[in-house]
């Protein structure tokens, strides 16, 4: 009895410490330095749902419509605020932490190594950006998918086959890849081991097919409440970003440097695993294709192949280190039960506990991720001087990571001005935040602005971007359009809007802040 109160109460000691230190790393780290372009990419959005305007309907945007709405809750409960920015993050970071957890106890390992791996886990997924973000959601729900089927095939309850099409939902509507790469994974996965097991349970399917059914109601009424158009969600959101997807398949380049060395420690991470699987299928003969750890192990190796695969294509810094201790923990586990050698246990630790010192210091301390890693973080600066809802960042950028307070002056000066133009305006810019500061009632037309956000000419979808974007100036009669930010104003779309509409009055406001005044503009081209 006693053993099994300590038991118990290690288990909810190591809990309690994975549920604190999953939200607080997080935090801190989500304070530690900014990357414009891609730490506020959601913070207007959430801003801009609380006044009525949404994705699709009333700004472009080819990702991340979940995070928008969710955010909008966030700011809703605990202000609008960077608190409650970061703390949507480090919401995710606790709850894929404490499923790590209870994934990693259900495929046997004991409560310590469970804890370790977790721990692992919450220190590499989210705090390398800290904010949120559309590809560390994504990810991290399609890896929760991957756990919840897992666990439907391990313990055949009927949540497991619920919470599985629901987190692939929940991963599509935050970037578009990689669910619909797992979706067909998991089918043909599915098939097999129900076919092979003759274990067909039909009300595991039957949540199955509701945990696909119930976000999708949940969707259609938003969609149908705030009149967004279904033409305006399947240009932005599928067609157009297919577009740009066919050229990145076209043209990716997939050799060792890419696909093996930049993910070694991934794959380290999973020699034992294979190693023991060689042993089962060796142990189990021609029955080994109907043990669930068999179709368990195949899920995993093949989400891994894919997750690593649209890492590639996103082009972006690595965000899926935290495979690691996942892998390692699988690892682990299948070592144990079928080929309990201890060197290989070591192995597989050495690698976690290595990989995990490395990727930490690199992508969280240095802030790799987010172009900051060769920043001096002690000449930081408070932000709160900008404004207070902002307080809690240690203010520094790349662009003026050797003078943040130029930047932040630059801020204020363009704050105040703007404060002062009372007639309508729109902001294009990577700060944000100001919409919300100003309480802007006016959505930029798009999400953010990049190379990408906005078609090139070339694009196919070029005009159907053109005459959206036209056509929220005309209808919310727009008189100004700001540019905050380094030469964002001239990006190849603004520089054809200025040069077809000759009424266009530019001005440089400060070094940060152009001024497009159209309102001699009759009629916009």
Known sequence: KMKIDIFFNRKKLFIIF????????????????VFPIDSFVIFDAGFNIIYGNHPFKDYWSITGPFLDYIQSVFFLIFGINWFSYVFHASLINMVFALYSFYFFLNIGLKNYYAFIYALGVSVLAYPSIGTPFVDHHSIIFSVMALYSLSLGIIMQKNLFWFLTPLFLIFSFFSKQIPSPYLLILFTIIIFVYFFMTKELNKKNLFFLFLGSIFPFFIIISVFYINEIPFKNFFVQYVLYPFSLGEKRIDNLDINFNNFVNQFKFIYLALIPLLVSAFFMIKTEGKDFIKKKEFNILLLFLGSIIIIVYCQLLTRNQILIFFLIPISAALSHAYTIKYYNKKYLIYFVLAIFVFSTGKYHMRFNHNKKFIELENANFNIAEDVSQLDERLSGIKWITPDYNDRPLDEINLLINAKNILLEQKERKILVTDYQFLSSLLVNEFAS????????SVPNKENKYYNDYKD????????????????????????????EFKSKNDCVISKKLNDLLIEFDINKCNQIL
């Not at 037309?445 to 990408?452: E, H, M, T, V």
């Not at 036209?470 to 009669?477: E, F, T």
Request: aromatic residues 24%; proline residues 2%.
């Open 18 to 33: 994975l549920f604190l230190f999953s939200l607080s790393i997080n935090q801190y780290y989500g304070n530690r330095g």
């Open 445 to 452: 037309p798009n999400k953010w602005y990049d190379d990408l």
């Open 468 to 495: 959206f974007f036209l056509d929220k100036i005309i209808n919310n009669k727009i008189k100004y359009i700001y540019f905050i930010g380094i030469n964002k104003h001239t990006m190849d779309f603004f520089l």
